[in-house]
């Protein structure tokens, strides 16, 4: 047990102690699950992203930080080709289902997709059935990454399984191929979302943001770098407490409203595939090839098909400039935002948080009155940098960059004056910049 609270101190840092409970507590609950042996522990990190939002599917950049809030996942192989699943919390109930060529995808809704979609794609990968094994997840809260708030709680689940088929397999996995292999398995969820979220999951380091930009080279590869958090400050978070409903539609029409664009654009620009490829053009010649709003039944008259996406209706309005005006102004940020850090330029850096939350909130429409509140009140107290929603947006989180001697200053205002404007109760932790996924430790229960 000594050894393993070495292994947590890499990853928490401070935190170990208290995590230390945590992983015993798991380890118990496995035992009691599926009797004494080996077990082998896993985890994946949540994250925020410190600005470059739906920018990825766009093969545009962004910049995510992973938390030290993540799923973990015990885990002992089987024989038999029965992957069996337990959680720790009680809302997700026993699964299971078996390895094959061929693994279905179970109702929409249904936890186990979180790990029949990995399962495939490695099995797809490596021309054989992924060994199977049985799993705990341990993600409650407070070590957990919190579900629906934006913070990639999906992903953190499907990097977990996914990290754990390919340890199984003895499959050294590349950063690149298992981001991919995780966003495409998360199509099984129905979010059309791009590769953020697999990607700093999988590849963070600690104490920094993974700069990433999410256009392939023509090996597939993806250029990332890891930038330091700037010294002097805290990452802190807000959890604004709401939670949308009905994100995937609202998420997947967005991403038309994109798709919209490229289609409008290439009569002027035949070689594009994805908005980023007008990153150079000004932003006025392109405006006027594009229409404030327009619905997939016209653009379908048109001949323009969007391809792929699930729960778009016909009639839906896309507000094609808008979105892709958020897309083209916030590639720029992010890369100007890049060059701050790397000269120190703390209040750049802040400016350009701020602006990327109006363009969010005005031009994609992803913010809420809570998550306008949270920035507002973070904006209230001195030397913050700057503050923005992160994550798809519609409830969830709020990031800001607060000096260090602020930080308990912030945490008292910000909650009372978030209180007094939505008479909710906002929870607000610090971003601790953990590492990604991978296996801790082996133990015996
Ligand atoms: C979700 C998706 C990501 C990304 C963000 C918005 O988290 O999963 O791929 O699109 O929204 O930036």
């Known amino acids: 047990m000594a050894q393993l609270l ?16 945590r992983y015993r507590a798991a380890l118990d609950a496995f035992r009691a699950a599926y009797g004494p042996g080996p077990v082998h522990l896993l985890r994946a990190p949540g994250r925020v992203n410190l600005i470059g939002e739906h920018t990825d599917y766009n093969h545009g950049y962004v910049l995510p930080v992973a938390l030290d809030r993540d799923v973990l996942l015990l885990a002992r192989p089987r024989s038999d080709g029965q992957v069996r699943l337990a959680n720790v919390e009680g809302d997700f109930s026993p699964r299971s289902f078996a390895v094959s060529d061929a693994i279905s995808s179970a109702a929409a809704g249904d936890w186990s997709n979180y790990a029949r979609g990995p399962a495939q794609e490695l099995t797809r990968l490596l021309g054989a059935p992924v060994p199977a094994f049985d799993g705990l997840v341990s993600a409650a809260p407070p070590f957990g990454v919190p579900r629906g708030a934006g913070v990639s709680s999906s992903s953190a689940l499907t990097v977990a399984l996914a990290v754990a088929f390919a340890h199984f397999a003895g499959w050294r996995w590349q950063g690149a191929e298992m981001a ?10 129905g979010t059309r979302g ?15 943001a993974l700069f990433l930009d999410c256009r392939p080279d023509a090996d597939g590869d993806f250029r990332t770098r890891p930038i330091p958090l700037p010294a002097g400050y805290r990452l802190l978070v807000m959890d604004s407490g709401v939670r949308h409903a009905n994100t995937r539609n609202e998420f997947n029409q967005r991403v038309a409203a994109c798709r919209a664009g490229v289609a409008l654009l290439r009569p002027e620009y035949p070689a594009i595939t994805h908005l980023r490829d007008v990153e150079n053009a000004d932003w006025p010649t392109l405006e006027a090839q594009l229409p404030e709003e327009v619905s997939v039944a016209t653009l379908r008259a048109e001949g323009l098909a969007l391809g792929d996406l699930p729960n778009v ?12 005006r958020h897309v083209w102004t916030e590639n720029r940020r992010v890369l100007e935002t890049v060059d701050a850090l790397d000269r120190g330029d ?12 109006a363009s969010a ?12 509140a949270l920035t507002a009140a973070a904006r209230q107290i001195d030397g913050v940098a700057g503050a923005r929603l992160t994550g798809a947006g519609w409830g969830g989180c709020v990031i800001a960059l607060v000096p260090d001697g602020q930080v308990d200053e912030f945490t008292a ?23 990604g996924a991978g296996l801790v430790a082996v133990a015996e229960v």
């Open 180 to 189: 991919r292999l995780c966003s495409d398995a998360e199509w099984y969820v």
């Open 6 to 21: 070495d292994e947590l101190t890499e990853i928490y840092g401070s935190g170990a102690g208290a995590q230390m409970a």
């Open 194 to 208: 791009g590769i953020m979220d697999q990607f700093i999951a999988l590849l963070a380091q600690r104490g920094h």
């Open 413 to 435: 205002q910000v909650g009372r004056l978030y209180t007094r404007e939505t008479g909710r109760e906002a929870t607000i932790f610090p971003c601790q910049a953990g590492p």
């Open 313 to 324: 209706p016909d009639d839906a309005p896309l507000r094609v400039r808008a979105c892709c």
């Open 361 to 372: 909130r005005n031009d994609y429409r992803i913010s809420t009155p809570e998550l306008d």
């Open 346 to 357: 703390i209040r750049r850096v802040g400016e350009l948080l701020d602006a990327a939350h």
